[in-house]
């Protein structure tokens, strides 16, 4: 593994770890938060099952976010944790972010500049789940066997002909 995957990863994992860490151990503020959007999100059809005890929601989606941080982290699948982190990332960010339910114009900033920095981390948390470590895809893996296969039929039906030829020659 590459020098900066050894320290981009557990630099992005840093985050999530603590996020999920304290969400686990002190779930209130994050409940607080939920409960701030919880009625603009049975209007887009959350189900109410999902709010009905928020406190466990909030903790396990910390102890979610901060093994998968950790796996991250510890390069330990990393490309799954990555992806985890980013599909907790999404909600995470619209439930700490609602802009949508209005206030003053600098709080609309604030919430508009953590939408972005959410996104972002999406972002980063993709590219780190789609990193190969420089090997290549199945994809390319099984095209290029079959383009080595074909080449290598060739070569043989080739060398079969030339050794007909070369018989023919001699008799």
Same mark, same amino acid.
């Given at each position: 593994m590459s020098i900066s995957r050894r320290l981009a990863r557990p630099l992005l994992a840093?985050?999530?770890?603590?996020?999920?860490?304290?969400a686990l151990l002190h779930p209130d503020s994050?409940?607080?938060?939920?409960?701030?959007?919880?009625?603009?999100?049975?209007?887009?059809?959350?189900?109410?099952?999902?709010a009905s005890d928020t406190r466990m929601l909030v903790r396990a989606s910390?102890?979610?976010?901060a093994v998968a941080g950790l796996?991250? @982290?510890?390069? #330990?699948k990393p490309r799954t944790a990555a992806l985890t982190l980013a599909a907790m990332t999404v909600p995470v960010t619209l439930v700490n972010n609602p802009v949508w339910t209005g206030g003053?114009?600098?709080?609309k900033k604030e919430m508009r500049r953590g939408l972005l920095t959410g996104a972002s981390l999406v972002g980063g948390l993709l590219i780190a789940g789609l990193d190969r470590d420089g090997r290549p895809s199945l994809a390319w893996r099984a095209t290029n066997s079959r383009?080595?296969? @074909?080449?290598? #039929?060739?070569v043989k039906a080739a060398a079969k002909e030339s050794k007909a030829d070369l018989k023919a020659k001699l008799s």
């Open positions: 840093s985050s999530f770890v603590a996020t999920g860490v304290d994050h409940v607080e938060k939920f409960r701030k959007v919880e009625p603009a999100l049975e209007k887009v059809g959350v189900p109410p099952a999902i910390g102890a979610v976010t796996m991250l @982290a510890t390069n #330990r003053g114009r600098e709080r383009e080595h296969k @074909a080449a290598l #039929r060739e």
